[in-house]
């Protein structure tokens, strides 16, 4: 068999991840005429996840939620956090360690009545 550059072989791959995460992998091939190594890096997320939190204080008082962030993967963690919203705070970067579960302290805190 003779393929020009045009002709592409496809090589069907299932993958099934049990976490999210990166994943790497080789896949070699061979033949009586040549050798091929193909580096491979899969990286799964998780699915779209929403969450409502709701905040009942009073004027000036503080509330604070700590939120879990599960890290399930093989690598650790360093999250930017982006705040959008009046009257809430929180660190702008959380680390999570590869295994474990951070917990990112959202406060709400507000100067006047809403």
């Known amino acids: 068999l003779v393929l020009d550059r045009n002709d592409a072989v496809e090589l069907p791959i299932k993958f099934i991840p049990q976490y999210a995460g990166c994943y790497h992998c080789q896949i070699l091939l061979k033949s009586s005429c040549d050798v091929r ?3 491979i890096e899969c990286v799964v997320n998780t699915d779209d996840a929403e969450a409502e939190l709701e905040f009942l204080t009073p004027a000036y008082r503080a509330v604070i939620q700590d939120i879990p962030i599960s890290n399930m993967s093989d690598q650790d963690w ?3 956090a ?4 009046q009257d809430f705070y929180g660190p702008p970067q959380i680390n999570v360690g590869l295994g474990e579960t ?3 302290p959202l406060m709400f805190k507000p100067i006047t009545e809403c």
């Open 82 to 85: 982006v705040l959008e919203g």
């Open 37 to 39: 190594v193909y580096e």
């Open 78 to 80: 360093k999250l930017d």
């Open 102 to 104: 951070g917990l990112y």
